[in-house]
């Protein structure tokens, strides 16, 4: 009983904490940001998505879009107000560029959280779930949102597999994330390649948000501890590696639910963090990762 | 030493000094009690520049030295240590936290080390609140002794404190270590086939600022008279540091110091727009990031070239 | 070119760094005449709670200059955002005291802040009424060094009060309707939980109730999933709440899941106007203490204050904005009775404290009890009132019942009437 419980539990969260890994990793692998505004990126499509709803009452799903909206919005405004200009100064050394893209995403997450705190204050949005109910799954009462969300995440995430995988758009950045010097030497246009997953890395992040929302709520004051957390998912799994990170990202939630289930809710987070610091230190490329 | 007075950001340094030198003679115990902490907010982006702008290792973490700096100061003091003797312990327990830091962080690399640094503060973050019975967790802890009443005093120990520590750093990153350090910063392949430990200079300029924000630390909880997560553990604390460090201009050590009064200033100037002003200190921030990449040493003079 | 630019960046910043300091100095030369007498209002803007704080201080401070304020000397509120930190709130109170000439502070419903600015208070022997803090420490450092301390009131319920309203709730009311033979604890891990849940594991088996297990989680917690899991295992009766940091997301889950125990005790977010909008109606059979609510009429100062709020804001007061509003007219009240504003004078005058507030009788514990300054609980005094949400509506229910109107659990909860 207990461990269909874990079993049931542990799924949502970890698909959940999977599509924002996902989006995170992508976007180190093709285009080299650790976009630290990941958190606040999640935050706006959540509340996005609760001012919608709040104003056209009883309409989740135009919510949900309209939070992925947002989601791509806020990724859009990041590349093109912050990291493109960082990228392209002439002022800033090549060996610093990382760095200063890290500072200002920092702190453009910061404004964005700020600003979302200041006219929605901090207290955490939930939008209602997009199938309402609880069902029995062997014994254990599950509400119907949960099991939603894993199916949605998993459907994204088989779509970008197959964006990757079999559409030209997606090997192009495929090939970007292993040599972008050779593929703008075959002639791609890297500014296009990174729009491209600027815009679904808004998608993943948009969704992740809106789906946050519905389950757990989300509030202005969490996105530092979101972004902490997908970073620390993504390093796990293996900077760069969408598997990897997939793969701990059900690691993570599955021992932060038996810490939760089993010792106390209280210690949720240290056994992931003690994981993490393992890793890092024992395999610095992650579980799967590549290099 | 005549190249070292005649550098910019020394000069700089030595007018900013001069100036705070004469406040206690105009400003009111409110101007001196921000400056307070903005001093020690100097030392603490100071240790962080060392770290950064030299061995150029992002470190997301800085309130971990400084946390632990702090919390073991106020631990002992709440069971009676006298102070001086709390504030050495608070400077070794930052280095024995540095060094159990850095042994394995040392080892990685660009995003891997700075995560490694960032996990470290949110491990001691869950350390104190889950301890909460002994350190007082989430409501902090209150101090058995305090550095003095007096704003003026108070202000003349911070001082001194951000000017002999400021004296000390730069001296170093401009001392052979020092140029080793930027080296291996830079190239860190090079500068090992050149023959030196590049690990083991990292780790001692680890060591150099985790004793600076240690002691840092220590001595700012004694100022406030309550230690807690809020203070001197939070990531958001950090984040600051590192924000004041870039602000003031990187691999300068003074502009450092002069960033974090710079943004300790800017907020109480701020107060006023009560909830904005973490977002307009964050734009700004932004802003001089993006246009002004050498901060406010950029501004204000040329930086010295890099060889 | 180049060295007159450097020298135009030089010059603009030496301007700059003037511009701050002048900035900051400003204001220091204060017009001759009546002057105003001036409160420093410090709490967290971007809260809910926090917000209401400031907001009712106006309120009463327009009502008091409205009514020709003190002898002729208007009463003028100075706010100052703290960010929900420690630090800022020190650097808030130090500007307030020495900058902006406020001759006492009200403020903060944060527990580690209110004890941060404790100290301040002392060494600057100005007056600091925290109105929404709640734990009995900072009353009880009153009690242990007097004559530092004596200059902080609070304001607010103790933790001990406030479970011990909780428990006389159940057995004066609930324990009238249903069978509660059994509960379960449950409490975010910070400052004002700690005795809370002393007193609860006290006060709820005098009165027939077992505990069962005591929870208690850290305050980010996002997914309560296991922890009801755990709950509905040992199938309490009710679960007695001790939440403050965090209110939405449990209560949403709670519903989401379909917990079938109801959820009683305190949870501070739910004492909100907002909450069933933040909720999206998961409130629905919450039932949370608060110290005073819209159609609660404690007192005749109540309904009017709650009116006044709502005409001026657009939504109800969160339960700050009922102490806040009652600090600011005792604290004037005090300096009235003191004929001054000198720090000690006006400590002796906020002990003589005798006030019908919008919460009930406010009067502070002496030198007697342990909880110096603390704010008397008991019947004739602040008992706090039980509300449930019903229907997008908070409806007080204990000890004065809104007209009819009776307590209503959500269907999924499995509460049986007493036996016998």
């Known amino acids: ?35 630290l505004t990941h958190g606040a990126t999640m935050v706006v499509a959540a509340v996005t998505a609760w001012v919608v709803a709040g104003q056209h009452a009883g309409s989740p799903w135009l919510a949900a879009v309209a939070g992925t909206g947002a989601g791509v919005a806020t990724a859009f405004a990041t590349y ?43 207290n955490p949005k939930t939008v209602q779930p997009l199938i309402a109910g609880v069902m029995q799954i062997g014994g254990v009462r599950t509400p119907i949102n949960e099991l939603l969300i894993a199916v949605i995440c998993w459907t994204v995430i088989g779509l970008l597999w197959l964006l990757v995988n079999r559409t030209k758009a ?11 010097r050779a593929l703008t030497i075959l002639g791609f246009e890297l500014s296009r390649v990174y729009l491209l997953v600027w815009t679904i890395y808004g998608v993943l992040a948009g969704i992740a948000g809106v789906l946050l929302a519905t389950f757990l709520g989300a509030s202005s004051a969490q996105a530092s501890q979101l972004t902490a957390s997908a970073f620390s998912i993504v390093v796990l799994g293996g900077l760069g590696s969408v598997t990897g990170s997939l793969f701990a990202a059900y690691v993570v939630g599955y021992l932060e639910t038996l810490t939760a289930y089993l010792i106390s809710p209280a210690y949720r987070t240290v056994p992931a963090l003690v994981l993490v610091v393992l890793v890092v230190y024992f395999r610095p490329h992650g579980l799967l990762g590549r290099r | 030493m005549r190249a070292l007075l005649s550098s910019r950001p020394v000069w700089m340094a030595l007018v900013v000094l001069a100036v705070l030198l004469t406040l206690p003679l105009w400003a009111s115990a409110y101007i001196l009690g921000v400056l307070t902490i903005a001093c020690y907010f100097g030392v603490f982006a100071m240790s962080w520049d060392l770290l950064f702008g030299f061995a150029n290792e992002v470190n997301f973490g800085p309130t971990f030295l400084i946390g632990t700096g702090a919390y073991t100061a106020g631990l002992l003091n709440a069971h009676g240590v006298p102070m001086w ?71 003349w120990y911070a001082l001194a404190f951000m000017a002999v520590s400021g004296a000390i750093l730069l001296t170093l990153s401009r001392s052979p270590v020092g140029l080793i350090l930027q080296a291996s910063g830079q190239d860190r392949i090079g500068a090992s086939a050149l023959g030196f430990n590049v690990v083991k200079h990292k780790l001692a300029a680890f060591c150099v600022s985790a004793v600076f924000s240690g002691l840092a630390g220590a001595m700012l909880v004694f100022y406030l008279g309550t230690a807690s997560v809020g203070t001197v553990v939070d990531v958001a604390v950090g984040v600051q540091v590192i924000i004041a460090a870039v602000l003031g201009g990187r ?15 800017a907020g109480e100037l701020l107060r006023p727009l009560g909830q904005l002003s973490t977002f307009v200190v964050s734009a700004v921030a932004l802003i001089v990031i993006l246009f002004f990449v050498d901060g406010l040493m950029g501004l204000l003079g040329r930086r010295r070239e890099e060889s | 070119m180049r060295h007159a630019t450097t020298l135009a960046f030089r010059a603009a910043t030496a301007l700059l760094a003037a511009a701050v300091l002048g900035g900051l100095t400003a204001g220091e030369v204060r017009a001759q005449g009546k002057e105003p007498i001036r409160i420093g209002i410090i709490s967290e803007e971007s809260a809910i709670a926090g917000a209401g704080i400031s907001r009712a201080a106006q309120v009463a401070m327009d009502e008091i200059n409205a009514a020709g304020g003190v002898d002729g000397r208007k009463v003028e509120i100075v706010q100052y955002d703290d960010h929900n930190s420690a630090a800022d709130a020190v650097r808030a109170f130090q500007r307030a005291v020495s900058q902006d000439k406020v001759v006492g502070v009200i403020g903060t419903y944060i527990t580690e802040i209110a004890l941060a600015l404790q100290p301040w208070s002392a060494r600057t022997h100005v007056p600091f009424i925290t109105t929404g803090a709640a734990s009995n420490e900072i009353s009880r450092h009153v009690h242990d060094d007097y004559d530092k301390n004596k200059y902080t009131f609070h304001e607010y319920m103790a933790s001990p009060f406030i479970a011990d309203s909780v428990c006389d709730s159940v057995k004066l009311w609930l324990q009238t309707k249903y069978s509660i033979k059994s509960a379960v604890v449950l409490s975010e891990d910070a400052a004002w939980t700690t005795p809370l849940d002393a007193e609860y594991l006290v006060c709820l088996p005098k009165i027939g109730v077992t505990v069962l297990d005591h929870i208690r989680f850290s305050p980010d917690t996002s997914d309560f999933t296991p922890l009801y899991n755990k709950i509905e295992g040992e199938k309490p009766d009710v679960i007695v709440t001790g939440l403050s940091h965090i209110g939405v997301q449990p209560t949403v889950q709670w519903a989401q899941q379909q917990v079938p125990i109801p959820m009683i005790g305190i949870s501070s977010q739910a004492t909100s106007g907002t909450f069933w909008k933040d909720t999206n109606g998961a409130a629905a059979g919450i039932v949370t203490f608060s110290v005073a609510s819209d159609g609660a009429n404690l007192t005749p100062a109540t309904q009017p204050f709650v009116n006044a709020y709502i005409k001026r804001f657009g939504e109800p007061p969160p339960y700050p904005g009922y102490t806040t509003y009652d600090a600011v007219n005792v604290f004037v009240q005090a300096v009235k009775r003191a004929g001054s504003t000198d720090g000690d004078k006006l400590v002796a005058a906020l002990e003589q404290t005798d006030y019908t507030g919008t919460v009930g009788r406010v009067e502070f514990y002496g030198r007697d009890s342990l909880f110096t300054h603390a704010m008397k609980y008991g019947a004739g005094f602040a008992t706090g009132i039980a509300l449930q949400w019903q229907d997008g509506k908070q409806v007080p229910l204990w000890p004065k019942a809104s007209p009819n109107s009776t307590i209503k659990f959500p269907a999924f909860t499995h509460l049986q009437p007493p036996k016998g």
Request: charge should be neutral; glycine fraction near 12%; proline fraction near 3%.
């Open chain 1, 170 to 180: 997606g090997k192009v950045l495929l090939a970007a994330s292993i040599n972008p």
């Open chain 2, 251 to 265: 691999r300068t050590i003074v502009g450092a110091a002069i960033g974090a009064i710079f943004l300790i200033l």
């Open chain 1, 80 to 122: 093109f107000l912050v990291v493109r200009p960082i990228q392209r100064s002439r002022s800033v050394p090549a060996a610093e560029k990382e760095i200063f893209v890290l500072t200002g995403t920092l702190l453009w997450g910061i404004m964005i959280q700020e600003a979302v705190a200041y006219f929605y204050t901090d």
């Open chain 2, 85 to 155: 003797a709390c504030l050495i312990a608070g400077a070794a327990g930052a280095l024995v936290g540095g060094v159990v830091l850095a042994v394995p962080a040392l080892r990685l690399t660009g995003p891997y080390f700075g995560l490694t640094t960032l996990v470290a503060v949110l491990l001691l973050q869950q350390f104190i609140i889950i301890f909460a019975g002994t350190t007082g967790g989430e409501i902090g802890l209150t101090m058995n002794d305090i550095l003095s009443m007096d704003a003026t005093t108070n202000y």
């Open chain 1, 1 to 35: 009983m207990l461990a269909v419980q874990i079993l049931v539990d542990g799924f949502a969260i970890s698909a959940l904490y999977g599509l924002g890994a996902v989006g995170f990793t992508l976007m180190f692998g093709v285009s080299g940001v650790l976009n």
